[in-house]
């Protein structure tokens, strides 16, 4: 069974149902949830999702429930943006040109030994050897 990083675009996406692939990226956070499948993320995650909500509703009562609700979930590995880390996700983007965020969750996915699912153009194409990226869709095959 694999063990799943998960970036923000997946978390919004699955939020609202007018984006295109919603519903690959609910169904398979519902089936990762369904089947306890662990999930190693990013605590930064957590306020990308946030504005993600906030932006879209114009609620932060919303946002801050989302967020709130994710950052509950039992199954979920949280990893902090440490100094080391951030140094590393440095290293990560100045070798990729990924953007600042992606290469925190790329880095995170590389350290953990997880597969990265992402709706992120940028991080599909540009992720370093090594790391296994992919969408929702295909992230569906991995759930037992």
């Known amino acids: 069974m694999s063990v799943f990083t998960i970036d923000a675009s997946v978390f919004g996406n699955a939020t609202f149902a007018d984006e295109p692939g919603h519903a690959a990226s609910r169904d398979l956070l519902a ?3 369904r ?3 662990p999930l190693v993320l990013p605590t930064l995650v957590l ?5 993600v909500v906030a932006r879209r ?7 801050d429930r989302f967020a709130g609700t994710l950052r509950a979930l039992p199954y979920i590995t949280w990893v902090a943006l440490t100094p080391g880390l951030a140094a590393l996700a440095a290293g990560v983007v100045s070798r990729s040109g990924l ?3 992606d290469g925190v ?8 030994g ?3 699912v992402t709706r992120d153009r940028e991080q599909l194409g540009r992720a370093p050897d090594g790391l296994r990226v992919t969408t929702p869709e295909d992230a569906m095959s991995e759930i037992p």
């Open 114 to 116: 997880t597969v990265l």
């Open 31 to 33: 089936a990762i949830q």
């Open 47 to 51: 306020p990308e999702v946030a504005a």
């Open 35 to 37: 089947a306890d499948i």
């Open 57 to 63: 509703t114009g609620s932060s009562e919303r946002a």
């Open 99 to 101: 953007r600042g965020a």
């Open 105 to 112: 969750y790329v880095t995170v996915a590389l350290r953990h």
